[in-house]
């Protein structure tokens, strides 16, 4: 129970028994003017009964405003929900477009790195080949010019 709803409390029975301990005067007749006419009633029953009026509008009126509160909270929280929800969908949509993504990127760097190392492998094959050609060919110059020297030294050799 909250400071307020105590001391709210505490004003309704501090009221409650003042109207028991005076009792008899609440009960005693007076004469009233309803500003067209006059009757003879009792003032404090009548004073009590406009309190106690009084008191029902204005919980009747915070019973109101609770409940609005209450729908208020309800629809917030629906609404929330939805947001929530909205948000999550989002991101998974953003995960699922982002994997989609590196995966096209990825496919797209093994593209290339086959792609570069089938031009290695081409010019490896061309060195190759150009090493090869090279060798071949210095071996062919080499032969040459050994056949040469062997012939200047048979030669040589007979003139000796």
């Given at each position: 129970?909250?400071?307020?709803?105590?001391?709210?409390?505490?004003?309704f029975?501090?009221?409650a028994?003042?109207?028991?301990?005076n009792?008899?005067?609440?009960m005693?007749p007076?004469?009233?003017w309803?500003?067209?006419?006059?009757?003879?009633?009792?003032l404090?029953?009548?004073?009590?009964?406009?309190?106690?009026?009084?008191?029902?509008?204005?919980?009747?009126?915070?019973?109101?405003?609770?409940?609005?509160?209450?729908?208020?909270?309800?629809?917030?929280?629906?609404e929330?929900?939805?947001?929530?929800?909205?948000a999550?969908?989002?991101?998974?949509?953003?995960?699922?477009?982002?994997?989609?993504?590196?995966?096209?990127?990825?496919?797209?760097?093994?593209?290339?790195?086959?792609?570069?190392?089938?031009e290695?492998?081409?010019h490896?094959?061309?060195?190759?080949?150009?090493?090869?050609?090279?060798?071949?060919?210095?071996?062919?110059?080499?032969?040459?010019?050994?056949?040469?020297?062997?012939?200047?030294?048979t030669?040589?050799?007979?003139r000796?």
């Open positions: 129970m909250t400071l307020k709803t105590f001391a709210l409390l505490l004003v029975a501090v009221l028994l003042f109207a028991i301990v009792w008899n005067s609440f005693a007076t004469n009233l309803l500003l067209a006419a006059s009757i003879n009633a009792p404090g029953l009548i004073l009590l009964g406009f309190i106690v009026l009084i008191s029902l509008l204005f919980l009747i009126y915070i019973a109101y405003l609770q409940t609005v509160q209450l729908s208020e909270t309800r629809r917030f929280n629906k929330l929900n939805l947001q929530r929800e909205l999550e969908n989002a991101e998974t949509s953003r995960i699922t477009e982002l994997h989609e993504f590196l995966k096209a990127e990825s496919a797209k760097a093994e593209g290339k790195a086959r792609e570069s190392q089938a290695l492998q081409n490896f094959d061309q060195l190759d080949r150009d090493l090869r050609s090279v060798i071949e060919t210095t071996g062919n110059t080499l032969a040459a010019y050994m056949g040469e020297l062997e012939d200047r030294l030669k040589q050799q007979m000796e």
